[in-house]
């Protein structure tokens, strides 16, 4: 990656095409637009100084599983409590320059542009810019530990891997309604993962975006679709079908698999469904893998943002249980957040015996306002 002044000039021409398609499309506002570049581009080289002195845990796949959660989960309180935490575009340099990776110009433009999208305002409770940080942190996790485990195999991501699967973390939820995809009781499948696509399209292509890319790029957005909720015909759960025939053997028991069309490219690429997957257990491993104050501050903002309704450990349970089966399927996501789920599950279940109390409210939860005793220390009563 270059420098801050040889990149700024880049980015500056990302910026004014931006605003020249932005003439063209209803989103972003012309003034969320502006917020979102000069936020990333003023104080991008501040934000990267930021994270190099206290974002190295997103790096290490050394430590225990819990140190590791606690470690981020310090992290992403910090972010909170912060007027101005780091940009999107500063996290993604941040993989780029610790990986010392050197992505084709393409590939580099479409990934820089993703993230200053990924960085426009948006209002919901959880679908927010702050779950978009998120989302790429954990990205930036699971890719290390990936390539960690597969150091010297094909199943190590390459540079276009990486920057494919960072840009669509970028973007997973743009412009997103707070909805779901439920709209008046009728499910309308992949409703906000397309649009979500759709509004960045133009942009992906005025970057320099391939077809096969832009391609990959969409059907990774509607495997993060999870509804209907435990239904084996969802994107989500035809994506990790798609994984276990590829990887867990499961291709001994049908030669073929029953794709929906949308997604079926998935049946002979085991890279991209690797891809996939990586993206979904990046979309959930703040909520269900980190340390039971995230994973109760996470439910709540979900909850207030889809019933305007409290949260309780029964709703962790579901979570766990409907979306995530309670594990995980890729060797990073075991690695970094298997240990964890089955923490929190094991506290969630403690808390629904002890009577199923409701969390505090998202602005009082323990995570926004730490209790003494660290969450480290929690232990079932």
């Known amino acids: 990656m270059q420098s801050i002044d040889n990149i ?22 012309e003034m969320l637009l502006d917020q979102a570049i000069k936020q990333s581009l003023n104080y991008l080289e501040k934000h990267l100084e930021d994270l190099q002195k206290t974002a190295q845990s997103l790096l290490s796949i050394s430590t225990t599983p819990q140190e590791s959660a606690d470690n981020v989960t ?4 910090a972010w909170h409590m912060d007027k101005n935490p780091p940009s999107v575009l500063a996290l993604c340099i941040f993989l780029l320059e610790a990986m010392e990776l050197k992505p084709a110009p393409d590939d580099e433009n479409m990934l820089l542009m993703s993230a ?25 996790r699971l890719i290390v530990a990936n390539n960690t485990i597969y150091d010297g195999t094909p199943r190590a991501l390459n540079t276009k891997q990486i920057c494919t699967l960072m840009t669509a973390a970028c973007i997973h939820d743009l412009d997103h309604d707070g909805q779901g995809n439920f709209v ?31 391609n990959a790029i969409h059907v990774m957005l509607l495997t993060t679709d999870v509804s209907p909720l435990d239904d084996p015909a969802n994107p989500m759960m035809q994506m990790k079908a798609a994984y ?6 499961d291709n001994t028991k049908a030669h073929t698999l029953n794709l929906s069309c949308e997604i079926s490219a998935l049946e002979k690429d085991p890279a991209l469904t690797t891809l996939c997957l990586l993206l979904h257990e990046a979309d959930i491993a703040t909520s269900a893998a980190m340390t039971y104050d995230a994973t109760k501050f996470e ?83």
């Open 299 to 381: 439910t709540s903002l979900i909850m207030e943002e889809f019933k305007d309704d409290k949260a309780y450990p029964a709703d962790v349970i579901n979570f766990l249980d409907q979306i995530c089966q309670r594990r995980f399927l890729s060797d990073a996501g075991v690695k970094l957040f298997a240990a964890n789920m089955a923490r929190i599950y094991a506290l969630a279940q403690a808390d629904f015996e002890g009577g199923n109390e409701a969390y505090p409210a998202s602005p009082h939860a323990d995570f926004i306002v730490p209790k003494n005793i660290s969450s480290k220390n929690q232990t079932i009563n």
């Open 74 to 77: 310090a992290l992403f309180h």
């Open 116 to 140: 200053i999208l990924g960085q426009v305002h948006n209002e919901p409770a959880y679908h927010n810019d702050m779950h978009f940080r998120k989302v790429v942190a954990q990205i930036i």
């Open 244 to 249: 276990r025939f590829h990887f867990l053997g």
């Open 8 to 29: 700024d000039k880049k980015l500056k021409s990302i910026a004014a095409m931006l605003n020249k398609i932005r003439d063209d499309h209803s989103w972003p506002s």
């Open 184 to 214: 008046k009781g009728v499910h309308i499948s992949g409703r906000a993962e397309k649009h979500s696509f759709n509004t960045a399209k133009p942009y992906l292509i005025a970057s320099g975006c391939d077809e096969k890319t832009l």
